[in-house]
């Protein structure tokens, strides 16, 4: 594993990484649209081989609710690896690009798990706790097919990016949802997440925040996912970028202390430097296999203890 964070990008991808870094919080969309843009040809030729993939399957009635499976033609009785993406919960799609989040699936079934790519409602037309109810649908459509596709159904994890680790927590954190994690999902990875609902001014997506949480903020409290992280005894990865979306890192390391402090050691937590918060997920199946590398020795070591 490759542990010089860009060290396989080539040089002017590295340069102008470098450049976006710092500022990247100055201009969210705009930096997000030339990382996807670095990333493009690196992963049009990233590897593919031997990896089938369904596309569409419903898991609920709405055009959303959908997801894509990636297999491995020779796994059978695979973990099964659902990815929720992120979008600042008013956007965003499991392909926001032909390549992107299409790699960190094609990642996964290269390595000999079942990848699902899930797509889910978005506000303000699904609000708190939409999310995490699509979520509950897709793992509930996991237990009934994975083997349908060569997966375990019994053996799922569970990785969601920004707003798609929102999703993933508060399924599996959040005791006051009408959602119950499944006994058949071992662990979470929460890459870059909003573990804490905000409405700041210097939250760029504030209004993002208000349009699926409410605009009542005196309930942000109850509806964080963050607030309930110390009471989940599920195997918990959480990995943020060095230049990160403002206050997310923050969150993720609040999130770190308060199930440390809980169960008295620390969880994984991946701190990736020189990267930003597209970055962390975008550079997945390139040459610089270090979050992946993180991920699959997180599942191995610490996930498959619950199987």
Same mark, same amino acid.
């Given at each position: ?10 040089? #002017? ?8 870094? #710092? ?23 990233? !590897? ?30 695979? !973990? ?14 499991? +392909? ?22 899930? /797509? ?12 995490? /109810?699509?979520?509950?649908? $897709? ?13 375990? #159904? ?8 920004? $707003? ?10 959040? !005791? ?6 499944? #006994? ?17 001014? +210097? ?17 942000? /409290? ?16 959480? $990995? ?47 040459? /610089? ?7 699959? +020795? ?10």
């Amino acid at each position: 594993m490759t542990l010089e964070a860009l060290a396989n990008l080539p040089e #002017p991808a590295r340069r102008k990484l470098a450049e976006i870094g #710092p500022v990247w919080g100055t201009d969210i969309q705009r930096h997000r649209d030339l990382v996807l843009e670095i990333y493009r040809p690196l992963l049009a030729v990233a !590897p593919k081989a031997g990896v089938g993939v369904t596309r569409g399957v419903p898991y609920g009635p709405d055009p959303r609710q959908i997801l894509d499976v990636y297999r491995n033609g020779r796994a059978a009785n695979a !973990p099964v690896v659902l990815f929720v993406h992120g979008g600042a919960f008013v956007r965003g799609d499991k +392909d926001v690009t032909d390549e992107v989040y299409a790699n960190l699936c094609y990642y996964f079934a290269r390595h000999g798990y079942l990848g699902v790519n899930v /797509e889910y409602r978005l506000a303000p037309e699904s609000r708190y706790p939409g999310g995490a /109810e699509d979520l509950a649908a $897709a793992v509930a459509w996991a237990k009934r097919s994975a083997r349908d596709f060569g997966g375990n #159904p019994d053996r799922l994890l569970l990785v969601g990016h920004s $707003a798609g680790a929102t999703h993933v927590a508060g399924y599996a954190w959040d !005791p006051t949802l009408p959602v119950r994690v499944d #006994p058949a999902v071992k662990g979470l990875v929460l890459i870059s997440g909003r573990l804490r609902a905000d409405g700041r001014p +210097d939250n760029p997506n504030a209004a993002g925040v208000r349009a699926y949480f409410g605009d009542d903020e005196s309930r942000y /409290e109850v509806r964080s996912p963050v607030t309930y992280a110390a009471a989940s005894p599920l195997p918990v990865f959480l $990995a943020i970028a060095e230049h990160e979306n403002p206050l997310l890192d923050v969150y993720g390391a609040e999130a770190l202390h308060r199930i440390a402090v809980a169960r008295g050691r620390a969880p994984r937590f991946l701190r990736l430097p020189r990267h930003n918060h597209i970055s962390i997920v975008a550079h997945v199946n390139t040459a /610089e296999d270090i979050l992946g590398g993180e991920m699959r +020795d997180f599942f191995a070591s610490e996930c498959d203890r619950r199987s």
